[in-house]
């Protein structure tokens, strides 16, 4: 990539993450979020892997680089960058709802503390509903335009479907299909957590388009 399209590309994420840090548009999840979660990698990348947000896969530095590892030696991909449809991930925590909480401040300190209970937070990560998603999902779109991936890897069903439809793509996903919108080619895969060598060698067909 030319210098000044790889400096342009640095200035318009940097300016994409700014406002995700500053949004607010899902405020009853923000309380348990430190920082949203950004995405990370080569910023030309061959192929963007796009999870539903962070769990305890992805903020395991080992499975991303196994991950990253598998699809390269089985796709023959070199750069890659990963990221989130959900930035926020919302927490069940039975302390935010026992006591009157009504503050709209986060709720964690700097260190990842809580600052009602002075302990490490222990909300439990769940799922993202379609409301949350809808947010989010201008970011995503505006991060894969930024970065002009070839491939684009969609995690997971939930991922599959709402960017799929975002594209205007409205078929069922199944894993392992691949579909091409403006010259780009979005594959959809199983979850993360079932992603193994066999799920990656399937996707070899789709990979050599
Ligand atoms: S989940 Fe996304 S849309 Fe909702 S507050 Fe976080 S960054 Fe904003």
Redesign the pocket.
């Known amino acids: 990539m030319a210098n000044g399209l790889r400096e342009e590309n640095i200035r318009r994420i940097i300016a994409l993450e700014d406002r ?1 840090c500053d ?4 405020p009853e ?2 309380h348990c ?1 430190r920082r ?1 979660a950004m995405g990370k990698g080569e910023l030309s990348p061959d192929i963007m892997i796009v999870f539903e947000g962070e769990n305890q896969y992805t903020s395991d530095l080992e499975q991303i680089i196994e991950l990253r590892r598998l699809l390269k030696n089985c796709l023959g991909v070199k750069k890659i960058y990963h990221t989130f449809m ?3 991930t919302p927490k069940a925590c039975s302390t935010r709802h026992s006591v009157c909480c009504y503050t709209p401040s986060k709720l964690l300190d700097k260190d990842y503390n809580c600052i009602l209970t002075k302990q490490p937070c222990n909300g439990v990560p769940v799922t ?1 509903d379609t409301t ?1 998603i809808l ?2 999902l201008a ?1 995503l779109i505006e991060e894969i335009d930024i970065l002009n991936p070839h491939f684009v890897l969609l995690m997971g069903e939930r991922v599959s479907e709402f960017v799929l439809k975002s594209y205007g793509i409205f078929d069922l996903p199944e894993p392992g299909r691949s579909y091409l919108s403006n010259q780009r080619y979005f594959i959809t895969a199983v979850n993360e957590q079932y992603f193994g060598e066999g799920e990656c060698q399937q996707l070899a067909a789709a990979f050599s388009a």
């Not at 949004?23 to 899902?26: P, V």
């Open positions: 995700i949004c607010r548009r899902c999840q923000l979020v949203p959900t930035r926020c993202p949350q947010h989010c970011y």
